[in-house]
């Protein structure tokens, strides 16, 4: 038997990058997943090419959506076992130049995302003794220059994660969360042009020199396909470092 197999399962943000490796791998090993994401062509797309449950889509800011999707992940798998809290941004500027919008919204995809997902999906969770997996970061638990409110709403997702776990352990659900270090999808893409100007150092060389090369979704998907898995029955409230090495020395 497959280690997911028979588990329901829900993913924001699931239309690229982490996400849907999540989702490709959790359903490679038994699980019927439903993908979610803002982006509604990627979110059919990515369910298309991995023989995905189904699609529910919403923009985790959006409280209402997030129930709604949620809802009809349920219906369309009959209950839910995981819940993949992966939506995501980043920004990248130094502090003093960050506007308060930006850092509100960094806050409200990053820690309020999570927040109202998991809220909606309790109920169903206590139903099936099921657990949540939050896709945190390196950056939660070490401070970097140019990503103060990215750091700052990792650190938060690492406490609400200690906390649900807490809350909700004596009904039978867990909740833990992966920190990943650098991983190749659009995300770092995106950030190496800031890395570079600020270090003056090639960002392949910082990558080798700090964590021997860049994750692949694949090694963040592994970790939380054991996470969601009945094989960690006993792990809960934990956040697991996956990043080459980058935050031991
Ligand atoms: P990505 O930008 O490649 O993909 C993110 C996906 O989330 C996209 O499909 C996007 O449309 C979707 N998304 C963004 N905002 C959303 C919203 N408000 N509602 C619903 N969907 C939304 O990013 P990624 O690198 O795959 O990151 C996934 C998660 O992993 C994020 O939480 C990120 O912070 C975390 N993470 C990434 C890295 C890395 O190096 N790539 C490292 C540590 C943590």
Redesign the pocket.
């Given at each position: 038997m497959s280690e997911l197999s028979g588990k329901r399962v829900f993913v924001?943000?699931s239309?690229?990058?982490?996400?849907k490796a999540i989702a490709a791998l959790f359903i490679e090993r038994g699980a019927s997943v439903v993908v979610s994401?803002?982006?509604e062509a990627?979110a059919a797309s990515a369910a298309t090419e991995i023989g995905a449950a189904g699609v529910a889509n919403?923009?985790?800011?959006d409280e209402s959506a997030v129930q709604e999707a949620i809802s009809a992940a349920v219906a369309i798998l009959g209950g839910l076992d995981v819940l993949v809290n992966?939506?995501?941004?980043?920004i990248s500027s130094p502090l003093s130049q960050q506007s308060t919008d930006s850092f509100d919204h960094i806050y409200a995809?990053?820690v309020r995302?999570p927040f109202v997902a998991m809220k909606a999906a309790i109920g169903h969770l206590v139903e099936s003794k099921g657990n949540v997996v939050n896709?945190a970061?390196?950056?939660g638990v070490g401070g970097s220059p140019l990503l103060g409110s990215y750091c700052a709403t990792k650190a938060a997702l690492i406490q609400l994660t200690r906390v649900a776990a807490v809350e909700m352990r004596p009904a039978g659900v867990r909740v833990n969360a992966v920190c990943?270090?650098?991983?190749d999808?659009?995300?770092?893409e995106r950030l190496v042009p800031d890395f570079e100007a600020a270090t003056q150092v090639p960002f392949g060389d910082l990558v080798a020199a700090k964590q021997g090369r860049l994750g692949t979704?694949q090694d963040i998907a592994e970790v939380c396909a054991f996470l969601a898995s009945d094989r960690a029955s006993w792990i809960t409230g934990s956040h697991y470092i996956l990043d080459g090495g980058l935050t031991a020395s």
């Amino acid at each position: 038997m497959s280690e997911l197999s028979g588990k329901r399962v829900f993913v924001t943000g699931s239309g690229a990058g982490i996400g849907k490796a999540i989702a490709a791998l959790f359903i490679e090993r038994g699980a019927s997943v439903v993908v979610s994401d803002r982006d509604e062509a990627a979110a059919a797309s990515a369910a298309t090419e991995i023989g995905a449950a189904g699609v529910a889509n919403c923009d985790v800011t959006d409280e209402s959506a997030v129930q709604e999707a949620i809802s009809a992940a349920v219906a369309i798998l009959g209950g839910l076992d995981v819940l993949v809290n992966n939506a995501g941004i980043e920004i990248s500027s130094p502090l003093s130049q960050q506007s308060t919008d930006s850092f509100d919204h960094i806050y409200a995809v990053n820690v309020r995302g999570p927040f109202v997902a998991m809220k909606a999906a309790i109920g169903h969770l206590v139903e099936s003794k099921g657990n949540v997996v939050n896709i945190a970061s390196v950056a939660g638990v070490g401070g970097s220059p140019l990503l103060g409110s990215y750091c700052a709403t990792k650190a938060a997702l690492i406490q609400l994660t200690r906390v649900a776990a807490v809350e909700m352990r004596p009904a039978g659900v867990r909740v833990n969360a992966v920190c990943p270090g650098f991983a190749d999808t659009s995300m770092v893409e995106r950030l190496v042009p800031d890395f570079e100007a600020a270090t003056q150092v090639p960002f392949g060389d910082l990558v080798a020199a700090k964590q021997g090369r860049l994750g692949t979704p694949q090694d963040i998907a592994e970790v939380c396909a054991f996470l969601a898995s009945d094989r960690a029955s006993w792990i809960t409230g934990s956040h697991y470092i996956l990043d080459g090495g980058l935050t031991a020395s």
